[in-house]
Each structure stands twice: as C-alpha cells, then as structure tokens.
C-alpha cells in the first residue's frame, strides 16, 4: 500500500475541519508550505466575516508571549458559537520569555491547555518544524492535538495532482501529457503550480480540456526545440541530436544561465522518477506493485514513466545525478566553462 502523501492528507484534514469530529487543537508542521497556507486560509474561513474583528486572532511567535496566548485562547466567543486563532511559527514562542521584562510564561504553560482545551475556540498551530520529539510540549501536542506533518509531494505524484487540482478549483480537464509538462518543467513547487494552473486556465477560458499546446503556449516552451525534444533525443541515445538541440535551446533562449538551471531541474525530476521505478523493480516488484507502491492513479503517466525507465539501469544512476548535480554547480558560478559547454557535458554524461 502506497504511504500516504500530502495530497490525501490535507484532504482528510481539509474534510476533518469542516465537519463535527474536528478537534479544538491542531499543530499543522513541515516542509510543503504550499498546503500549511491553505489550511490556514480554510481555518480563517471557518468565521463569517462579521464574526472576525472579535472571534478570530492570527497570532506569530516572535510578536506574543505564552501567557497572552494562553489568555486568548482562554477566553470565550463574543456573540458567536466559536473562536479562531492561528499561531503561526510557533517555535518562535519558546524564546520569548526570556527577553521579555518579568515573567511572560514559557511554552510549557501551554500543556495543562492542551490536556484540557477551550471547547470553543479552535486553535491552529502552523510551523515548518514540530516541537522536539522528547520535549513535554512536543509530547503533549502529539498526544492530545491533531499533529499532522505535511512533507514535499514526490514528484511522481505532481501530475495526478495537477489533474485533480485544475478540476476542483476551476472545473478544468487537464489531459495526463499536458499534466506531465507542466510537473517536469515547474518542479514540485505547488505553489508555482497552482499559479501556472491558474495561468493556463484563464488562458483556455472557453475550452474545458487543457492540452499540451496550451501548456507550451502558457510556459514559453513554443519554440520548435525544449527540453521535451532533448528529453527524447537524450533516450534514444542519439547525441548528435541531443547536442544539435541543445545548442539550437540556447541560441533562442534569452539567458543562457537560466537555461541551464530549469534544464538541469527538468532533467532531475525526470529522472527522480526513473530511479524511484528501478529501485522498487530491483527489489522484485511488479509492475502493478510498483505502480500502487507510488500511488499513481492515472495509468497513461505511470505507462509513460514505466516506458522511461526502460531506457536507463539502476547502475546508471550514480553517474547521471552526479552529471546533472556538477552541472547545477557549474550554471551557478563554480566554475568557469561557458553555459554551452556546461550544458553539452551535461548531455554526453548522460548518455554515457
């Protein structure tokens, strides 16, 4: 069974809010940011606008002390069936007391709170880190609050995400090529992704289908050679043609450099991927396994990963992570070879 990701995390978390079986206290934690603001944006909309001015605080840690916390969080809704506050960077809070003049509490006050939360006040902690493991505040949140950690999405999981985010904000049918190309141009920056989802949605206003030619037109990729064409020139082996499009990529880019970076990024999701696929079959799992072990939903994107993955052995990817990080290096001043020889070695390691 696939390990549960981001996605159907915040989902369930998203279902969870809105619903009776929500619990008075969550600490939201980790890397993928892009959800922790949407959450907080849920969390906002859960108190009408006339309600705000006396029912709802967005508190930040290095602003407040652990006793005005626990004050507000004490206290009762006015005129209202609830209170919402917000903490935001919580670690923040534990170093307070000690620069503030006399005793402002310390973070550990907050425990008795939690043991025995305010039934009508819903409150939201946000950070990209959790409290120590071993510590009594990390402790008590873990026992008695929501604690839910919200890592980076795999970039295998992108497209399906892209699809089924374009349906429910803007009742759009991303089509699974044009999902791919926009997940390994961007990267797995969702909040770069909603933007660019957002972008070609408007763009295609009148069309309910997004396509790959949207996708190109929108991204700036409309030009007869991408990365998409080396991508392809690069898995048949042929490097004339992949040097032959390289070169035409960067006599039509505007900044060489900035070529280079959003290849080598291109290039490493792509094969993030192919590695994920050889270690799980190496391993002895069959296809279908390793499609539900990465829980790819759509079949015609996994084809096209499984079909990637065909051309390149597990050994080969050491040497090629290794080409596409001193490249990385070299676009970003480590060197001093000019960006066409940096992007041409860059292919031949490949290749191999």
Same mark, same amino acid.
Request: proline share 4%; aromatic share 12%.
């Given at each position: 069974?696939?390990?549960?990701?981001?996605?159907?995390?915040?989902?369930?978390?998203?279902?969870?809010?809105?619903?009776?079986?929500?619990?008075? !206290?969550?600490?939201?934690?980790?890397?993928?940011?892009?959800?922790?603001?949407?959450?907080?944006?849920? !969390?906002?909309?859960?108190?009408?606008?006339?309600?705000?001015?006396?029912?709802?605080?967005?508190?930040?840690?290095?602003?407040?002390?652990?006793?005005?916390?626990?004050?507000?969080?004490?206290?009762?809704?006015?005129?209202?069936?609830?209170?919402?506050?917000?903490?935001?960077?919580?670690?923040?809070?534990?170093?307070?007391?000690?620069?503030?003049?006399?005793?402002?509490?310390?973070?550990?006050?907050?425990?008795?709170?939690?043991?025995?939360?305010?039934?009508?006040?819903?409150?939201?902690?946000?950070?990209?880190?959790?409290?120590?493991?071993?510590?009594?505040?990390?402790?008590?949140?873990?026992?008695?609050?929501?604690?839910?950690?919200?890592?980076?999405?795999?970039?295998?999981?992108?497209?399906?995400?892209?699809?089924?985010?374009?349906?429910?904000?803007?009742?759009?049918?991303?089509?699974?090529?044009?999902?791919?190309?926009?997940?390994?141009?961007?990267?797995?920056?969702?909040?770069?992704?909603?933007?660019?989802?957002?972008?070609?949605?408007?763009?295609?206003?009148?069309?309910?289908?997004?396509?790959?030619?949207?996708?190109?037109?929108?991204?700036?990729?409309?030009?007869?050679?991408? !990365?998409?064409?080396?991508?392809?020139?690069?898995?048949?082996?042929?490097?004339?043609?992949?040097?032959?499009?390289?070169?035409?990529?960067?006599?039509?880019?505007?900044?060489?450099?900035?070529?280079?970076?959003?290849? !080598?990024?291109?290039?490493?999701?792509?094969?993030?991927?192919?590695?994920?696929?050889?270690?799980?079959?190496?391993?002895?799992?069959?296809?279908?396994?390793?499609?539900?072990?990465?829980?790819?939903?759509?079949?015609?994107?996994?084809?096209?990963?499984?079909?990637?993955?065909?051309?390149?052995?597990?050994?080969?990817?050491?040497?090629?992570?290794?080409?596409?990080?001193?490249?990385?290096?070299?676009?970003?001043?480590?060197?001093?070879?000019?960006?066409?020889?940096?992007?041409?070695?860059?292919?031949?390691?490949?290749?191999?």
């Amino acid at each position: 069974m696939a390990k549960k990701t981001s996605i159907e995390l915040y989902s369930e978390i998203l279902q969870e809010l809105k619903s009776e079986d929500r619990k008075p !206290v969550y600490f939201f934690y980790g890397e993928e940011e892009f959800f922790l603001d949407k959450l907080q944006e849920v !969390v906002e909309g859960l108190i009408p606008d006339d309600q705000k001015d006396f029912n709802f605080d967005l508190l930040y840690g290095r602003d407040v002390t652990p006793e005005k916390v626990l004050s507000i969080i004490r206290s009762y809704p006015m005129m209202a069936e609830q209170r919402v506050v917000i903490l935001r960077n919580f670690k923040e809070l534990g170093g307070y007391g000690a620069q503030a003049e006399g005793y402002q509490g310390e973070i550990n006050d907050l425990i008795p709170y939690l043991e025995q939360p305010n039934p009508t006040t819903l409150f939201v902690c946000i950070d990209t880190k959790k409290p120590h493991g071993h510590s009594k505040i990390g402790k008590a949140f873990k026992k008695h609050a929501g604690f839910h950690e919200f890592e980076e999405v795999p970039d295998y999981r992108l497209p399906d995400w892209i699809i089924s985010w374009a349906k429910k904000h803007h009742n759009k049918k991303i089509e699974p090529p044009a999902a791919q190309m926009l997940a390994q141009y961007v990267g797995n920056s969702l909040q770069l992704l909603s933007t660019e989802i957002d972008k070609v949605c408007t763009f295609v206003d009148t069309s309910d289908t997004i396509t790959e030619s949207d996708i190109k037109k929108i991204i700036g990729l409309y030009r007869e050679y991408s !990365v998409f064409e080396l991508k392809d020139a690069i898995f048949q082996r042929n490097l004339e043609e992949s040097l032959f499009i390289a070169e035409q990529m960067l006599q039509h880019s505007k900044a060489n450099t900035g070529e280079i970076i959003r290849s !080598v990024g291109f290039f490493y999701n792509v094969f993030s991927n192919i590695w994920q696929i050889r270690r799980l079959t190496g391993q002895g799992n069959s296809k279908k396994q390793v499609q539900n072990t990465l829980g790819i939903n759509n079949s015609w994107y996994f084809n096209k990963l499984w079909k990637d993955a065909s051309a390149f052995k597990l050994a080969d990817m050491p040497r090629i992570f290794e080409a596409l990080l001193d490249a990385d290096r070299a676009s970003k001043g480590f060197t001093k070879m000019d960006p066409s020889t940096i992007l041409l070695l860059m292919i031949k390691r490949i290749i191999g």
